[in-house]
């Protein structure tokens, strides 16, 4: 079974400034598809960004990009020039190609950001 | 378009009690979800469906039963809740293929006393 680890529980930043929350995944597949997905207090879940395995290029989203180091099983989010609204839970997440396209979500980080 | 619904928003149950949970969507997806999300473990799946009249276990499926009889329907229910069932329940919905969104639900945030 695919496993998703966030290692950092809550991460801060000041606004404007740039801040990376860390995934690590395993997995013996060697196409699958990684998201991150944000929830507000509201507690509606976002998606934020997507990446898929068998491309090398980091996926980017305005202020959102992501540095995916597929030997390494690494997926991290970069949000550059955080602003207030950017304050949430950040869950990281792996989708499988079959058995119904299954998300395995991390734990999550809470990240606050500082005015 | 309302995307993906559900119904209550808040329910408050005592132990060995039933009850079912209604997800529906307007999108044509063809899969459905239905997560819990405690504090500290992020969102475990607990069944699914790939589409009308399938269903299937996901992480954790004890205690609960599901039924996708119409394609836009997807009901959980709780044959004799728990309190270990106390949690924050996400339905969601997507089109076939692992590339595509997962759209999520508001939530049903559910107490077993």
């Known amino acids: 079974a695919q496993t998703v680890t966030q290692s950092q529980p809550e991460m801060s930043v000041q606004e404007a400034e740039t801040v990376t929350l860390s995934c690590t995944y395993d997995t013996s597949e060697s196409d699958y598809y990684l998201f991150w997905y944000k929830q507000p207090p509201s507690r509606q879940m976002i998606l934020v960004i997507r990446?898929?395995?068998?491309?090398?290029q980091n996926a980017t989203e305005n202020r959102f990009s992501v540095n995916f180091q597929k030997a390494a099983k690494s997926f991290s989010l970069k949000i550059s020039d955080s602003q207030l609204g950017d304050a949430a839970m950040y869950f990281c997440a792996y989708r499988e190609q079959t058995s119904g396209s299954r998300l395995t979500f991390g734990e999550g980080t809470q990240l606050t950001v500082n005015p | 378009n309302a995307g993906v619904t559900q119904t209550p928003k808040f329910r408050v149950l005592k132990t060995g009690q039933s009850m079912t949970l209604l997800c529906a969507q307007d999108?044509?997806?063809?899969?459905m979800y239905w997560y819990r999300q405690d504090p500290g473990m992020g969102l475990r799946l607990i069944h699914y469906?790939?589409?009308?009249?399938?269903?299937a276990k996901g992480e954790v499926p004890d205690g609960y039963n599901v039924s996708r009889l119409k394609k836009q329907n997807f009901l959980l229910g709780l044959e004799s809740a728990a309190p270990s069932q106390t949690s924050v329940y996400f339905c969601?919905?997507?089109?076939?293929?692992?590339?595509?969104?997962?759209?999520f639900g508001p939530g049903t945030r559910l107490t077993v006393l």
């Open positions: 469906s790939v589409g009308e009249g399938t269903t």
């Open positions: 999108m044509n997806h063809e899969y």
């Open positions: 969601a919905s997507s089109y076939d293929g692992p590339y595509n969104e997962q759209f």
């Open positions: 990446q898929e395995a068998y491309k090398q």
